[in-house]
């Protein structure tokens, strides 16, 4: 039996409106939560936004294409309705390859911000100048599908077009192959991760989202063959433009779910509670360390935060106490790369040099010198400041005059108005 690519015309409106739906939606939640919780927009943002429009335009596209005669039959059209539908068709060619473009691209570099490792982003420089590339092509073969262009939609005009089964299906076939690449990618890194096994499946199926574009794009080649070999393609393209339609906006979720943890913390806490030890992505004030890099929350924390983070912060703060800068400090080896982003700092260090372990950490700890002295060596110093000898017995642990007794009244527990020590003399 012959695949048939004919739909109805609410079928084709309710899924796109849905799907355009959905898809701006994410991408507002996105924005949100990197313009005004997380604060650290980037390219990939605006190329998205970029994907959304074009999305939407291919929407209007569509529904222009049902408005002349798309789902009837070719023969059943006025000349006038058949000029017009195709002239739609024309542009929702490129149109829908220009959207992948920008998605494929805003996933790319959504990768660049959270993987610092060089190989991985050698691979990933690698995977843009592909997509690119065929991307680019893509966009020339449907615009210049006839030449003259014109010849597309005005089949009075003498002119001589491609051959649309071989261009169409080699483009979906590049298309599909980029679409599991650019999924695949990032899931050898996150498995080496040293976090917990739930907070790496969570990392991998997050990340592995993208696969589900690789789904469409495959159930979209089906639907291209009847209207790449019909002479009727006004009754048999309903499904194959449902299809890409639905292919755009599908990459848009799967684009922009990975940074809307924070969002969803903010929006929904009781749906998605914040991780004790964190603050999934929202900004906070942190000091930099010796070598000058000043540390930020990592993109990744949006996602999921491992434990793991807070004993490098722990590592961070016990060799500061010590003055060892290179021991196990896990930030010391980004403080001559210009290029890092501070948001991928704790997964640098995850990735790079594994967390000395918590015991260590707390061991470390107990060892520092106590800070705050004891009250009879505050008084001793005080006395010191004053001229006056200490006397210590069993008897009478505190000078016994006038000044100190009033000192000393409250239980012991008022602070003495002594000069502060000099670090020479007392050793901190």
Aim: aromatic share 10%; glycine share 4%.
């Amino acid at each position: 039996m012959a695949i048939s690519g004919h739909t109805t015309d609410q079928a084709v409106i309710a899924t796109m409106t849905v799907g355009t739906l959905l898809g701006v939606f994410a991408v507002a939640a996105r924005l949100f939560t990197r313009i005004v919780i997380v604060k650290k927009a980037g390219w990939d943002d605006a190329i998205i936004c970029a994907g959304c429009i074009f999305a939407i335009v291919h929407t209007v596209t569509t529904c222009e294409r049902l408005r002349h005669g798309m789902g009837q039959h070719y023969w059943d059209l006025t000349e006038q309705a058949r000029t017009n539908g195709f002239f739609w068709f024309w542009v929702s060619i490129w149109i829908y390859y220009a959207g992948l473009f920008c998605v494929k691209i805003s996933i790319l570099l959504q990768y660049l911000r959270v993987f610092v490792q060089k190989h991985f982003r050698v691979i990933c420089y690698t995977l843009i100048a592909m997509v690119t590339a065929c991307s680019l092509w893509a966009i020339l073969s449907g615009v210049f599908m006839c030449i003259p262009v014109r010849h597309f939609w005005e089949r009075t005009i003498e002119g001589k077009c491609m051959n649309r089964l071989g261009v169409w299906y080699s483009a979906a076939a590049v298309n599909a192959a980029t679409d599991f690449a650019t999924a695949i990618l990032p899931l050898p890194l996150v498995s080496s991760l040293p976090i917990s096994r739930q907070q790496k499946m969570l990392l991998m199926v997050v990340f592995g989202f993208g696969f589900c574009t690789c789904i469409v794009s495959v159930l979209r080649l089906v639907w291209i063959y009847p209207i790449s070999i019909t002479t009727d393609v006004t009754y048999e393209s309903p499904l194959s433009a449902l299809w890409s339609n639905v292919e755009l906006n599908v990459g848009i979720l799967c684009s922009c779910l990975p940074t809307l943890r924070s969002c969803m913390t903010r929006l929904f806490p009781r749906l998605f509670p914040a991780t004790p030890s964190s603050n999934h992505g929202v900004p906070t004030e942190t000091k930099p360390d010796s070598s000058g890099y000043d540390s930020k929350r990592a993109t990744i924390q949006e996602i999921a935060l491992p434990q793991s983070y807070n004993d490098l912060e722990d590592q961070r703060i016990s060799n500061d106490h010590n003055g060892n800068d290179q021991h196990i400090r896990p930030f010391s080896f980004l403080a001559n790369k210009k290029h890092d982003n501070p948001e991928t700092m704790h997964l640098t260090a995850l990735t790079s040099h594994p967390p000395t372990p918590l015991t260590e950490v707390h061991a470390r700890k107990a060892s520092l010198p106590e800070r705050k002295s004891s009250l009879p060596e505050r008084v001793a110093r005080w006395r010191e400041s004053q001229g006056q000898k200490l006397v210590t017995t069993s008897q009478q642990p505190y000078p016994n005059n006038d000044s100190m007794k009033n000192l000393l009244s409250e239980e012991n527990e008022t602070t003495l108005p002594m000069p502060e020590p000099s670090r020479s003399r007392d050793g901190y």
